[in-house]
């Protein structure tokens, strides 16, 4: 094979306790999988049919990375996320097999440039320009889920210059792992390498430049970033 430009590098992220890092494939993201984020989003938190945005893989940045404040926004927001990642594919996976298909676990950010976010939602128009921007996926090291087993209960948390903004616990996810598993592949082949971001608990906020935020799900890892100013253009 003789490409015509260098071909992008693959991304990837640790696997804790190992050599052997994590390829990312694709990332998918699900919308207000928590009662109370669902209603400080200004949405009633029904069990409708869960929704999915992607990030792009690139988007995927390894905690500990010094973000600079993304361009074209004054309303940068933190969404902690408890991730799970895939390690065998497959399409129209039942819930009673989905944990067979996850490899391990993470805890990432969906960071979300809120004003752009709400502008598209307001408009009928697509969230992308909110949500899947570059470095705006960060994440942990993965846990096996040889090592761990298949978690289902967990304090998820956030703190922002060590003041706690988002706390709650994985076990009040609307839609659990399964369904989510079983929900994404009924639509789209899930392949090993995909990440699905769980979706964030109440209490996001605005981050600023100089900001250190923190993050984790008790049992699976934790998350930090330290957001710098925007890059010089
Ligand atoms: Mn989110």
């Known amino acids: 094979m003789k490409y015509a430009i260098s071909p992008p ?3 990837s992220v640790t696997v804790r306790d190992s050599d052997s ?3 990312v494939r694709r990332v998918y993201c699900v919308g207000r999988n928590y009662e109370a984020h669902a209603r400080e989003m200004g949405k009633d938190p029904t069990r409708e049919a869960p929704f999915i945005f992607q990030k792009p893989a690139d988007a995927v940045v390894v905690s500990g990375s010094v973000i600079e404040y993304p361009p074209q926004t004054r309303n940068l927001h933190h969404e902690i996320e408890w991730v799970v990642a895939i390690g065998k594919g497959g399409f129209n996976i039942s819930t009673d097999s989905a944990l067979q ?9 969906d960071l979300t ?7 598209a939602r307001d408009a009928g128009c ?8 570059d470095k705006s996926a960060p994440c942990s090291d993965i846990v096996t889920a040889s090592a761990i087993g298949h978690p289902s209960q967990g304090r998820i948390w956030l703190s922002v210059n060590g003041v706690t903004r988002q706390d709650a616990d994985i076990s009040q996810l609307i839609w659990s792992v399964p369904e989510i598993i079983a929900f994404i592949s009924s639509s789209m082949i899930l392949q090993p390498g995909d990440l699905v971001f769980t979706g964030t608990p109440s209490g996001v906020g ?3 430049a100089g900001d250190v935020v923190a993050g984790g799900v008790d049992g699976i890892g934790s998350v930090g970033i330290t957001m710098a100013p925007t890059a010089a253009q």
């Open 9 to 11: 590098p693959q991304v």
């Open 21 to 23: 890092h994590f390829p």
């Open 101 to 109: 298909h996850v490899f391990g676990y993470a805890v990432g950010l």
């Open 113 to 119: 440039r809120r004003d752009l976010q709400f502008a």
């Open 126 to 133: 697509p969230w992308e320009w909110g949500k899947a921007f």
């Open 206 to 208: 605005p981050l600023v």
